[in-house]
T-cell receptor, first 115, second 112 residues
Framework: EAQVTQNPRYLITVTGKKLTVTCSQN?????MSWYRQDPGLGLRQIYY???????DKGDVPEGYKVSRKEKRNFPLILESPSPNQTSLYFC???FGQGPRRTEAFFGQGTRLTVV | GNSVTQMEGPVTLSEEAFLTINCTYT??????LFWYVQYPGEGLQLLLK?????DKGSNKGFEATYRKETTSFHLEKGSVQVSDSAVYFC???????????FGAGTTVTVRA
């Protein structure tokens, strides 16, 4: 079954304690990205990757890091989480550009609370 | 830059009512347009898409037509069900880029 798997689904942490949210896809997609979803703001892109070892900032990258050492995995790292990073996070993957673009497949989401 | 504006919610309807959610976009060139749906507690999933002007996307009784002259991609369904209660997102992807830009989302609640 084609899927994007994120872990954990729920996480409560304290300010400053480093954490990693994992994301894995089994569709051999080249493009992966991370979004955060906040009420009234929709989904905003944090970071994206067009292939292995190729990553770039999205619209709201401050306070986040990513890596893409393998095609299937794209972890999101918060080195020093702060309360304003409390949000719902989604990982997504897709293939191609323009009319050839496949739909984006999304993970189930990670609800992060930083206290 | 690229942006998507969709009508604010929440929208509350009775079963079998007509639903329309407005979406307009700003983009250069000819982007692909999408509607994604998010059911409670789940991730987003593609509802329908259109890749060129005058294309009509349809799925599960929902329809949207790519109108380049009005830069719009309004979502419609003629008779909603309780199971259509969800958050709906309009999105675009430029023709020469991978990125998806989303609207703010519209929460729809259908009452029996």
């Amino acid at each position: 079954e084609a899927q994007v798997t994120q872990n954990p689904r729920y996480l409560i942490t304290v300010t400053g304690k480093k954490l990693t949210v994992t994301c894995s896809q089994n569709m051999n997609h080249e493009y992966m990205s991370w979004y955060r979803q906040d009420p009234g703001l929709g989904l905003r892109q944090i970071y994206y990757s067009m292939n292995v070892e190729v990553t770039d900032k999205g619209d709201v990258p401050e306070g986040y890091k990513v890596s893409r050492k393998e095609k299937r995995n794209f972890p999101l790292i918060l080195e020093s989480p702060s309360p304003n990073q409390t949000s719902l996070y989604f990982c997504a993957s897709s293939f191609g550009q323009g009319p050839r673009r496949t739909e984006a497949f999304f993970g189930q989401g990670t609800r992060l609370t930083v206290v | 830059g690229n942006s998507v504006t969709q009508m604010e919610g929440p929208v509350t309807l009775s079963e079998e009512a007509f639903l329309t959610i407005n979406c307009t976009y700003t983009a250069t060139g000819y982007p692909s347009l999408f509607w994604y749906v998010q059911y409670p507690g789940e991730g987003l999933q593609l509802l329908l898409k259109a890749t060129k002007a005058d294309d009509k996307g349809s799925n599960k009784g929902f329809e949207a037509t790519y109108r380049k002259e009005t830069t719009s991609f309004h979502l419609e369904k003629g008779s909603v069900q309780v199971s259509d209660s969800a958050v709906y997102f309009c999105a675009l992807s430029p023709s020469n880029d991978y990125k998806l830009s989303f609207g703010a989302g519209t929460t729809v609640t259908v009452r029996a």
